[in-house]
């Protein structure tokens, strides 16, 4: 896409309203809304914005930022047309005062790290699976935790509201360009999965937060709340992203793979899946970010729970799919959707480096059920857990120095930082469930 491609949509489609995105550290999607006289100005990257007011970026002092547009994440907004007036939006990479790229984008991070992977000869491909619930609204139009689905895994339900919207949700991505390869109701009752197809890591980081946008958008359509809420309902499996990921070389071949290996893997793949199994903890508090993510992190409910790896076992951290040659991948499955994908990605990748170019050794993969294992036959084997908690996570999160390499300075610090202070929150908080269980007691 060109600036005078865009300018020919805008004019032919009648584009009257244009939104410039780009997110926070946090993985909040923000906007600037432009009326078509800002347009070109826009283009150009010429828009500015406060950044002290934006949790994580800068100081009051220093607060003057540019949006500098990526001119491939112009899209139409299907939803958004008014007697024939419509609206797009462009999604930005956040720059100083004086133009040079804002270490502190979460955006612009991933696109440092790619680059160091490509310095080592190779390009990452992700595809991410984000699992969701489809809610009620009460009469105020609160959201609940009531849904009128009583569906299971890949059910069909006439009377469930959800598969309406979920037609919807999967007719509006195809208008904005998302190749949908499947959907499906998931094990839970009101969760729902829609897959779209894989794409380089930074294209598929724009298209994990733009779908969460349209799912949220299209489900408020239909008088529903949509959640990407790790664990919203008490014992029934919680919202995970599995998070395929697999390395090429320039050349444009599947790094991953190596008819030869074992299992038909590359020296190259069981080093990625080293560096992911040694740092799965450090960076759980990037891919698993909120309090709530430990809710869903605990054994008996498919969340990965144990550090180790397997061509087919689902109870463990890292999969490896069936599909060999071109489709060669790894798939991390403890990320949850509530995570910042530019962050994710980053941290998973800076992982996976590491192992590759400290050459660690993978450890030997895990075909039996982790959930049957007891205590000592994991501890025999060698088999880690991941953090319980966020407390803990961060914990590890900052004696990392491959993560703190992986998110630069800036966003590690403020990630940190406002992740400790959600932390204190939580375990200063008096909940209901304390007070439903002391308070009549003593």
Known sequence: MTREEILQIIKEKNVNFFRLQFVDIFGFMKNIAIPLSQLEKALDGKIMFDGSSIEGFVRVNE??????????????????DQQGSKAARIICDVHNADETPFIGCPRQNLKRVLAEARSLGYTMNVGSECEFF???RDEKGQATTITDDVAGYFDTDPGDSGTNCRRKIIQTLEAMGFEIEASHHEVA????????????????????????????????????????MPKPVFGINGSGMHTNLSLFTLDGSNAFYDVEGTLQLSDIARKYIAGICAHAKSFC??????????????????????????????????????????????EVRCPDPACNPYLAFAAMLGAGLDGITSNLEVPPPT???????????KEEAGIESLPANLHEA?????????????????????????????????????????????????
């Open 394 to 442: 961060l914990e590890h999160l900052k004696g990392s120095a491959v993560m703190k390499k992986a998110l630069g300075p800036h966003i590690f610090n403020k990630y940190v930082e406002g992740k400790e202070q959600e932390w204190d929150n939580y375990r200063t908080a008096v909940t209901d469930w304390e007070l439903k269980n002391y308070l009549c007691n003593f």
């Open 63 to 80: 607060s003057d930022m540019y949006l500098k547009p990526d001119y491939d994440t112009f899209t139409l907004l299907p939803w958004r």
């Open 134 to 136: 489809l809610f009620k």
């Open 189 to 228: 009752e009101g969760q729902h999965e829609i897959n779209f197809k894989y794409a380089d890591a930074l294209t598929a980081a724009d298209n994990t937060v733009t779908f969460k946008w349209v799912v949220r958008t299209i489900a408020a359509e239909f008088g529903l709340h949509a959640t990407f």
């Open 285 to 330: 508090a990037i891919t698993n970010p909120l309090v709530n993510s430990y809710k869903r992190l605990v054994a008996g409910y498919e969340a990965p729970v144990y550090i180790t790896w397997s061509a087919s076992n689902r109870s463990v951290l890292v999969r490896v799919p069936a599909p060999r040659g071109m489709s060669t991948r790894t």
């Open 367 to 377: 075909s039996a059920d982790l959930y049957e294992m007891g205590c000592k036959e």
